[in-house]
């Protein structure tokens, strides 16, 4: 499987609501964010939640999002962080 | 229909003859079994739904002969002997050996299996706090947890309040546990949603430079390996 993005790509997660058991939490849906680690293939726990073989293997990626960038009202730091575990079937070159 | 005769009588339904009893006896002659309060037993609470499915499927893989009930309550055995002292050892030795903590941060299982961890399909993967960064874990989806080096995970890991919060408000969050973070500090929160499962590594603290790595391990707490506070040494 080829893989779509390296470290420090710019990255949007797609802006999906799809029904099920989706691994990708709301609060960074559309939000753009950095690939901070490249963290191999493995099954689809999107697919294994219903007992399905969670084949073919899907490359996960940790995306670095600045919290300003995910909440508009942000009290904290600008340099302050969240680091999220993504499956690249959710991420878009942004 | 109330039989008015024993209601004159007593309030508690049967006689007492106080006059003839000094105090003593007379407290206990009170003490009955509904002024009592009992700790519930586990079994008091109503049967969940997920609850009555586990049974099912335990009970039908028992029947069919896939599971005996020996490996059932060993394995539980084995998830309740994961302690956060396992931890408390891996971050003393990276503390101590720059080798192993590059090791560590490099392939989490692999550094780990030095220690006899088996995480089985999970991906541990380590963080070290630093005077720059301060690390906090958290899944808001549900409650992922490194259960392999820290045991099961704590109440307040799993309430919705700590799930919903630490993303949005981590500096408050984080002094409600007694942690102030300096504004020129990150504060980088792990969303632990995946395959991921993460330790941090604490800052050592200050005076702690000829500790031994057990002296060491003694003051690395659990809630310090998920980030909301730094060891302290009194």
Redesign the interface.
């Known amino acids: 499987m080829s893989q779509l993005f390296h470290l420090g790509d710019r990255v949007r997660v797609i802006a999906s609501h799809p029904p099920g058991h989706r691994?990708?939490?709301y609060?960074c849906r559309g939000k753009i964010g950095q690939i901070e680690r490249v963290?191999?293939e493995?099954r689809n726990?999107e697919e294994l939640a219903y007992g399905f073989d969670g084949m073919p293997l899907r490359r996960?990626y940790?995306v670095r999002f600045k919290?300003s960038e995910?909440?508009d009202q942000?009290?904290?730091?600008e340099?302050?962080?969240?680091?999220?575990?993504?499956?690249e079937h959710w991420l878009r070159p942004a | 229909m109330v039989d008015e005769d024993k209601k004159d009588k007593t309030d508690h339904g049967h006689v007492h003859d106080h006059d003839d009893m000094d105090s003593t006896a007379h407290a206990l002659e009170h003490i009955h079994d509904h002024d009592r309060q009992f700790q519930p037993d586990i079994e008091d609470e109503p049967v969940k739904r997920y609850e009555l499915m586990v049974y099912a499927i335990r009970e039908l893989l028992l029947e069919k002969g896939y599971v005996t009930q020996d490996e059932i309550r060993k394995a539980r055995e084995t998830l309740d002997s994961w302690q956060p002292s396992r931890g408390a050892q891996i971050v003393a030795r990276a503390w101590v050996d720059p080798g192993f903590k590059q090791r560590l941060l490099a392939d989490g299982n692999e550094a780990m299996s030095d220690f006899g961890v088996d995480a089985g399909g999970a991906k541990l993967t380590v963080l070290e706090n630093t005077d720059e960064v301060q690390n906090v874990v958290v899944c808001t989806l549900c409650s992922c947890y490194p259960r392999a080096v820290l045991g099961l995970p704590p109440d307040w890991y799993r309430s919705k309040a700590y799930r919903a919060r630490v993303v949005v408000e981590p500096r408050e969050v984080l002094k409600e546990f007694g942690t102030d973070i300096p504004d020129e500090v990150t504060v980088r929160v792990h969303d632990s949603l995946a395959d991921l499962r993460y330790l941090v590594i604490p800052k050592r603290p200050k005076g702690t430079d000829d500790w031994s790595e057990e002296e060491l391990a003694a003051i690395v707490t659990r809630d310090s390996m998920v980030g909301v506070v730094n060891p302290q040494v009194s």
């Not at chain 1, 340099?79 to 575990?85: A, M, N």
Request: hydrophobic share 25%.
């Open positions: 691994r990708t939490p609060y963290c191999g493995h726990p996960l940790r919290q995910i909440w942000y009290k904290g730091q340099h302050d962080t969240v680091d999220i575990d993504i499956y």
